[in-house]
Structures are given as C-alpha cells and as structure tokens.
C-alpha cells in the first residue's frame, strides 16, 4: 500500500485531518492559547455584554457590544488557525546531497589492502546575489540542500522554513514566509480585542457606579468586569508590545532570527527597500504556494547514478592486473619446480658416484646437500604479497619470497 508524504515526513510536525492540517511538534500548546482567548469572551458576553444590552434606547444598540464581541473573537481564532494549521514556508529536504557541487580530494587516501578511495567534500557556503549584493548562504547537513538567503533550519520542527522569522510557542507553529502575515493580523488584533474588553468592562464599571453611587459598590456588584480588566491590562502589554516590535521589523525589513542574532554584527541590511515597499511586501504581494504535497503519494525514486571515480578505474584496472600477474606466477612456479628436480637429479647422482667410490672424507658434503635440497624445496611464491606489491608499485614487477 502506498504511503502519503506526509506519512513518511522526516521532521517533526503534527498532521491531522489526512495531512491536510500542519502544526509543530507543541502544537498541543495551542489548546492553552485558545483558552486564553475563548474563557475570557465567554465571561465578558454573561457578565458583562448581556448587561449592556439595553443601556442604549436608538434601536437596541446595545446588542451591537456582544456581536461585536463574539465576532472579532471568530477573527482572531482564523487568524489564529491561519497561522498555526498551514505550511509555514518548510523548503522540502533532498534525498542526496547535490550534485553539481560535490568536490573530490586530489589527494587519495589509502586504506588496508592498498585500496585507494576518494574523499567527498561539500563548500559549506556559497554566495548569491541579493539585490546586486553577494550574501553567503549555508550548507544545511540534515535537508541536504543550501538554504536561500533567510532561510533557517528550525531545531524544533527540524526543517528548513524559507524566511524564518521565529519558533512561536503560543501558536505551535514556525512562523515563515508563508504565514507571517496572519501571525502579525493575530497579534495585533488580539492586541485590539483586550483594548475592547477592557473599555467595555470600564464602561460597564461606569453604568454601575452612577446607580450604586461609589466605586467599592460598583466593583462589588460586578467582579467579574475587574477581572476581566486586569487579564486585559496584562495581556495587553504583552500582544501590545509584541504587535509594536513586529511594526518596526516589518518596516526594517527583518526577521526576528536577524534582528537578535546580527545586530550585534553592523551588517548591511541588503533586504531594506524603504518602509513604505517593506510594508507592501508583507501585506500586498502573493503568498507564494507551498513546496509541499503532504497528501501526496510516495514514489520511490531511485538514486543517481554517481560520477565514475577514479576508485572504480583502480579497482577495474587492479583486476585486469591481478588476472595478468596469476598467469605470470603460475608459469614462473612451474619453472621454478623443474629446475630444483633438475638440481635434486644432479645432486643425488653426483652423490651416488661418490659413494660408490667410498664415502665422503666428512660429513659436510652431506650437511651441505642436505641443506641444498630444504632450500630447493622451500621457495613458495605468495602471489598476496605480490598482488599487494603489485598495486602499491602500480608496475608489472613479479616478486618472490623465500623465507
């Protein structure tokens, strides 16, 4: 049975719905941010909205309050969805590394056995131009591929996110090219969202305060409104202040990942087209389409085939080689055995006569003979040493050893 790409995905991202849906490896962290939105609407629309309700004679304007507040609310959670539930700008791996820029070694190295193989190298950086300016982009060891220019390899999804800004942990999500845009618009409106909650709440503190006639009696009859107040107050600084930081880095041009890794570094900004084209370039241009099919099916490719190298030419002419010497050294054994019987026959009939003559005047003559004929009978031709002379000398020289 065939498997969909995103069964088989090598990073660490969370599919649902058939692979339809992408999130983070935390993606769980999500449900504690919807319910940081969700819980206090709700307590905002029974303790507060339903008492506005006919605060307003022209038409029952006071409904306006809740439907606003329910409304904007299913804003931020698309936004929210928008951001979290979709490819961020993951930039697919390679299945090999590329091969137009793979370099080999001039120098080989040898290993046991004489075999020579050679040593793969990768440049770990390139250049490209951007806007007329050389930028130095990265070797990536686990995609396999080099990173455009402000791509990085998020350690927490484990890919590769074309115009990496950052790991947002409250969304589940990288933050990339792809959806930079909704996570601004969800930022900032929950920034706007907390502003009316906390407006409203005042407001109603205000209605209760004219009946009751002090603050203290006003506060105790509705608590929820000074809750709801400070939740708002709180929240505010923190979506306020982070819509305010997003505000200069879309009108710089950066990304988070640049903004607190290089600013250190005085680098020119070589993405910076002004403020008002930094602007139009986030909010008006096309999002480009994802690289990815996750829903798509797996087909086994199969692997290119790699240049001949020239450990292939030695081990094709080592062979060829080896085969020749094996001939040589079969011949030269053979030879090498006729003549010590040769010898042997000489010897002994030389000995024969001088025995029959009378024996030797002393025993040196048989010591020697005896000697002669272990020597003769103990030259061995080790045709390893030779096929290993053989391929470190790269000549036709044949060796013996007489041990």
Not at 157 to 162: A, I, K, L
Not at 205 to 213: A, E, S, W
Not at 221 to 237: D, G, Q, R, V
Request: charged share 20%; hydrophobic share 40%.
């Amino acid at each position: 049975m065939e498997k969909r790409v995103y069964q088989v995905w090598k990073g660490s991202n969370i599919f649902i719905l058939g692979g339809r849906l992408i999130f983070g490896p935390d993606g769980r962290t999500l449900l504690v941010t919807l319910s940081l939105i969700i819980v206090p609407v709700i307590v905002f629309c029974i303790f507060v909205a339903r008492h506005l309700r006919h605060e307003f004679s022209s038409h029952n304007a006071g409904y306006a309050i809740l439907v606003v507040a329910i409304v904007f609310t299913v804003y931020v959670l698309v936004l929210l969805l928008l951001t979290s539930a979709r490819d961020p700008g993951i930039i697919p791996r390679n299945a090999h590394p590329p091969e137009e820029v793979i370099q080999y070694e001039s120098s080989l190295s040898v290993e046991i056995g004489g075999r020579q193989t050679p040593t793969v190298q990768f440049p770990r950086t390139k250049d490209v131009m951007v806007n007329g300016i050389s930028v130095k982009v990265k070797y990536c060891d686990t995609c396999m591929h080099y990173r455009p220019p402000r791509c990085s390899h998020c350690s927490i999804c484990n890919n590769c996110v074309e115009r990496f800004d950052h790991h947002c942990p409250w969304v589940g999500q990288c933050i990339g090219v792809r959806n930079y845009r909704y996570f601004f618009m969800f930022v900032s409106s929950s920034a706007l969202l907390c502003i009316y909650v906390f407006a409203i709440s005042a407001f109603y503190i205000k209605v209760l305060m004219d009946d009751q006639g002090t603050v203290w009696k006003a506060m105790k009859k509705s608590p929820a409104s000074i809750i709801l107040m400070t939740y708002c107050f709180i929240s505010l600084w923190f979506v306020g202040g982070l819509s305010g930081f997003h505000l200069y880095l879309m009108g710089t041009n950066q990304t988070t990942y640049e903004n607190f890794r290089y600013k250190s570094d005085d680098r020119i900004n070589v993405h910076d087209r002004g403020c008002f084209s930094n602007f139009l370039e986030v909010f008006c241009t096309e999002i480009k389409p994802s690289k990815n099919n996750f829903r798509a099916f797996v087909h086994e490719v199969q692997k290119p085939t790699l240049p001949v190298t020239r450990e292939t030419d030695l081990e094709d002419t080592s062979m060829d080689r080896r085969a020749k010497v094996e001939d040589v050294l079969d011949i030269g054994e053979d030879l090498l055995k006729i003549s010590q019987r040769r010898a042997i026959e000489e010897l002994e009939e030389d000995i024969r006569n001088r025995g029959s003559i009378g024996p030797p005047h002393n025993t040196s003559e048989v010591d020697s003979y005896i000697g002669i004929r272990s020597d003769l009978r103990a030259p061995t031709i080790r045709s390893e040493a030779c096929h290993s002379s053989w391929d470190r000398s790269g000549n036709g020289d044949i060796g013996t050893e007489v041990p």
